[in-house]
């Protein structure tokens, strides 16, 4: 997770999954990825590995927000809805910011 404007930069990992099924983890669980972020900033995220189909970002503040941005690999379709089901309309790609 990056936020250029300020040079905050961390890496998220999942918590240790203590249940083995042989060589793999047993996957039982949910993975969260915890971070500390200010609001009213602009973050990137960028994966290692494969990025999930399904994510819930969850912003625990008494005010403020923040904009996230996700890097996927593969040119497909993706919606963003709310908890209760609502959908977000995609903004309009800016040419000269790149997003």
């Known amino acids: 997770m990056k936020n250029n404007e300020t ?55 008494k005010n403020g927000g923040v904009k996230i941005r996700v890097q996927y690999f593969n040119a497909e379709t993706y919606i963003v809805t709310d908890l209760d089901g609502n959908k977000y309309e995609p903004n309009e790609f800016d040419e000269e910011e790149g997003v």
């Open 7 to 61: 040079g905050f930069e961390n890496k998220l990992n999942s918590f240790m999954d203590h249940v083995w099924d042989g060589f793999y983890t047993g996957q039982v669980r949910e993975s969260t990825f915890p971070s500390l972020v200010l609001t009213d900033s602009d973050y990137d995220i960028e994966f290692t590995g494969t990025p999930f189909k399904k994510f819930i970002y969850a912003l625990r503040a």
